[in-house]
C-alpha cells in the first residue's frame, strides 16, 4: 500500500451553518440564507431579476491495483451561483467563498458582466406559470442515501472485486485495478420569480477491470454497478467475476471482411443510441440548427412498434427530480410514440427561441426509458442473438463518431460474430458506419436485458443494416 495519495478540494467547516449528521458542512438553511442574501444584494443595485443557487458535494474515492492501494481520493466542493438580469440582459458569476463580502462581489461580478452584455429577448427567468409550485417539492423520491464508509473499508470492498475477477480463471493475468466510490450533494436555489427549493442526492459505485491473456492476445474488459444506495450495488464478487468474464470471451478475437449486416448493440451500448436521439431533439441543437432531427415534432423518425417515456418521479432513479434546473415543474410523459416525436426536450431558454413552452428539461432528461412493442417476455440476449441471425453483436464502441448535424455514424468497434443465433468468435479492430437517421428508422427489436446508464434505461437493439468495416 505505497502508492496511496490523498487529496481535498475544500476542507470542512466549522461555521455556524455546518451539521455532521449527514456528512455536510452546511446545512439546508445556511443555503437559504446565503441565496436570500445574493438576491437581496441584486435587488439593491438594481437587478430587474435575479437568481442564485448554493451547492455543496463531498465523497470519497478509492482505487487499487493487484492488492495494493493505488488512490484515496476525498472531494469536498462548494460553490454560490448568481445570474443578475438587467431586462433582457444577463450577467452569471460564481465563488466559492461564502463570506458577506465575497457574495456581494459575486453578485456585484453578475452585475457589471450583464451591463456590458448585449440585450437577448429571450434572457429572462422561466414564467411564473412555469414555475413548480412548493407543494411538489416536498414528494419523496428517495435520493438521499449517504454512505458511511471508510477508506479503509473502500479499499477492501475494492480488492474483494479485484481478487474475484483474478481467481476466475487461470487467464486472467493482470489487473487495471477496482474503485469503490461514494458521492453526495445538496443544493438550494431561489429566483426572483417565485421558486425556491433544493434537495440533497447520493451516487455510489464500484468497478473492476480486469486483463486476460498474454502477448499480443492481451484484452481487457470492466464492469460496474452505480446506485443511489450502496445497498442497492450489485456484490464486489459478481462484478468482479463478470468482469473477467467480459475479458476471457474477448481472447483469441479476430479481424472481419467488410461486410454489411445486422447490427446488435448490447444494452450499455443501446443506451448511448438513446442519448443520440435525445441530443438531437433537444433544444439547443435545435434552435441552433445543429441536428439531423431539425423539425421532427409529430414526425415519424423511428419505427411504430417504438415507444419512449420520461418519467422523473422514479424512486431513487438517477435522472429523478422533482423540478428541473430552473424550477420549472416536470411530468411523466411520452416523447415518442409509435414512432413519432411527441415532445422535445426545452429549458425556458431554448423554448422561447422556438417559439414554444418550456417541457422542464433545462439540465437534461429524467429517467428515459425504450421500450418495443414487439418485445416478449422471454426477449434477453440470447432470443436477441437469434433475432439477430448472423452479424455483428457490438459490446465496445471507441471514438466519438457521431455528426449531430447530418447524422453520420462512425465508430471502432469490438464484439462478437453471431452466426445462425449463436456466437461465433470475437472480432476486433472495425468500424461500424451508417446514418442515424437510417438507424433508429432500421431498429427491428428492444431486448428485455435492460440497462441503466443514468437517466435512461434500454435493452440490447437491433438495427437491420449497417457498414462494418474490417480487414
Known amino acids: 500500500m505505497n502508492k496511496a495519495q490523498t487529496r481535498s478540494s475544500a476542507r470542512s467547516s466549522s461555521h455556524p451553518g455546518s451539521r455532521t449528521d449527514s456528512g455536510f458542512s452546511y446545512s439546508r438553511e445556511f443555503f437559504a440564507d446565503l441565496v436570500d442574501t445574493a438576491l437581496a444584494h441584486a435587488k439593491k443595485l438594481g437587478a430587474t431579476d435575479a437568481g442564485a443557487e448554493a451547492s455543496e458535494g463531498c465523497g470519497l474515492s478509492v482505487s487499487v491495483r493487484k492488492g495494493e492501494l ?63 409550485p412548493p407543494a411538489t417539492h416536498r414528494e419523496d423520491l428517495d435520493l ?22 483474478l481467481q476466475t480463471d487461470k487467464r486472467i493475468t493482470n489487473s487495471e485495478g477496482a474503485g469503490v466510490s461514494a458521492q453526495q450533494s445538496h443544493f438550494f436555489s431561489a429566483h426572483t420569480r417565485g421558486f425556491r427549493g433544493g434537495y440533497a ?3 455510489h459505485s464500484m468497478s473492476v477491470s480486469p486483463i486476460a491473456g498474454r502477448g499480443d492476445d492481451m484484452q481487457r474488459d470492466a464492469w460496474y454497478s452505480s446506485m443511489r444506495c450502496a445497498d442497492d450495488l450489485a456484490s464486489p464478487e459478481a462484478i468482479g467475476r463478470y468482469a473477467a468474464e467480459r475479458a476471457l470471451s474477448r481472447l483469441n478475437a479476430r479481424k472481419i471482411a467488410t461486410t454489411q449486416c445486422p447490427v446488435l448493440f448490447e444494452s450499455p451500448l443501446a443506451a448511448g443510441l438513446l442519448g443520440a436521439f435525445v441530443q438531437a431533439i433537444s433544444g439547443g441543437a435545435l434552435y441552433r440548427k445543429s441536428s439531423f432531427l431539425l423539425d421532427s415534432l409529430g414526425k415519424q423518425v423511428l419505427p411504430k412498434h417504438i415507444d419512449i417515456g420520461e418519467d422523473p418521479f422514479v424512486r431513487r432513479g438517477k435522472g429523478s427530480s422533482p423540478f428541473d434546473e430552473e424550477g420549472v415543474k416536470v411530468q411523466a410523459r411520452t416523447v415518442v410514440e409509435a414512432g413519432r416525436v411527441q ?11 422556438l417559439g414554444m413552452k418550456t417541457t422542464g428539461n433545462a439540465g437534461g432528461s429524467h429517467n428515459l426509458k425504450m421500450c418495443s412493442r414487439l418485445t416478449r417476455a422471454g426477449d434477453d440476449l440470447e432470443a436477441m442473438l437469434q433475432k439477430l441471425g448472423t452479424g455483428l453483436f457490438v459490446t465496445e464502441l471507441m471514438g466519438q463518431g457521431v455528426n449531430y448535424v447530418t447524422g453520420d455514424y462512425s465508430r471502432g468497434a469490438s464484439g462478437f460474430w453471431v452466426e445462425k443465433g449463436r456466437i ?10 451508417g446514418n442515424m437517421k437510417d438507424m433508429l428508422k432500421g431498429i427491428e427489436a428492444v431486448g428485455v436485458d435492460e440497462y441503466n446508464y443514468g437517466a435512461k434505461t434500454v435493452g440490447s437493439i437491433l438495427i437491420n443494416r449497417m457498414k462494418v468495416a474490417g480487414s
Not at 449517504?146 to 481478487?163: D, F, K, L
Request: without cysteine; proline residues 4%; glycine residues 6%.
Open 424 to 433: 461465433a468468435y470475437p472480432v476486433q479492430e472495425i468500424t461500424i458506419a
Open 144 to 165: 438521499f442515501h449517504p454512505w458511511a464508509i471508510t477508506s479503509e473499508q473502500a479499499a477492501q470492498i475494492a480488492m474483494v472485486g479485484e481478487q474475484a475477477a
Open 343 to 353: 415532445g422535445y426536450f426545452l429549458g425556458s431558454y431554448s423554448a422561447r427561441k
Open 70 to 132: 493505488e488512490n484515496v481520493e476525498r472531494n469536498r466542493d462548494k460553490s454560490l451561483g448568481v445570474s443578475v438580469y438587467l431586462g433582457q440582459r444577463r450577467g452569471n458569476a460564481s465563488t466559492s467563498d461564502f463570506s458577506k463580502a465575497a457574495i456581494q462581489q459575486t453578485v456585484q461580478a453578475a452585475y457589471d458582466i450583464a451591463r456590458f452584455t448585449a440585450e437577448d429577448p429571450f434572457a429572462s427567468l422561466p414564467d411564473a406559470a412555469d414555475i413548480a
Open 201 to 203: 442526492s447520493s451516487r
